[in-house]
């Protein structure tokens, strides 16, 4: 089995500023991130990695975003799961990464959210690190019994998907954060997965 994921493209224009976006804040791809799910498409396409099924989070840029790589590959449309929906940041929803790290109390989190994908606790995010684990072990488990196909493409957001490769059993490498509209896929090798590549971005045409 290979499981093929990606992160949905921009939600923010070359203008915007940019802030944190969780499940609190439903925003639809702009220009550029339409661009990237296309290249996504055509990266799937060129290697030779055409999903059998995808699955992307409820939220309207991942259903946007999945929507685009289906058309473009003649696929069904995608299917939709609540338990790949972005974490909710609480107060750091809407908040840059400059505002974020003024705070004394958040800095040394903050830094470590963003290197080694470590949780940050006690500091008001409404979705708890055991309410993510349950989620996405819970889909991966189904994953795992062939329900989409033995090659599926799951489109979610950045902070769900670093989780896949650990949950998966995949040993840590600092941080699995991926760019908006970087892909990932992990490969079943005997009883256990590796890594084939994690973070590999189409560039827009």
Not at 53 to 77: N, S
Request: proline share 5%; glycine share 10%; aromatic share 8%.
């Amino acid at each position: 089995m290979r499981l093929l994921f990606a992160r949905h493209g921009n939600t923010f224009g070359p203008n915007d500023p940019v802030v944190w976006v969780g499940s609190g804040s439903d925003l639809p791809l702009v220009e550029k991130g339409i661009a990237q799910a296309h290249a996504a498409a055509a990266y799937l396409d060129a290697h030779d990695l055409r999903p059998t099924a995808i699955i992307a989070a409820a939220l309207k840029r991942t259903q946007d975003f999945a929507t685009i790589v289906a058309g473009d590959l003649g696929l069904a449309a995608p299917q939709s799961d609540d338990r790949l929906n972005e974490i909710h940041y609480g107060p750091w929803e809407g908040a840059s990464t400059e505002q974020i790290a003024a705070d004394p109390a958040r800095q040394a989190a903050l830094g470590q959210w963003q290197t080694s994908d470590i949780w940050p606790d006690a500091l008001g995010w409404r979705t708890t690190q055991q309410q993510l684990i349950d989620a996405a072990s819970s889909f991966l488990d189904e994953l795992k019994t062939g329900v989409a196909g033995d090659s599926p493409l799951i489109v979610s957001s950045n902070g769900i998907l670093r989780f896949a490769p650990r949950l998966l059993g995949v040993d840590s490498v600092g941080s699995y954060q991926l760019k908006t509209g970087a892909l990932g896929c992990i490969e079943q090798i005997g009883e256990g997965w590796s890594v084939k590549f994690w973070g590999a971005v189409a560039q827009p045409r």
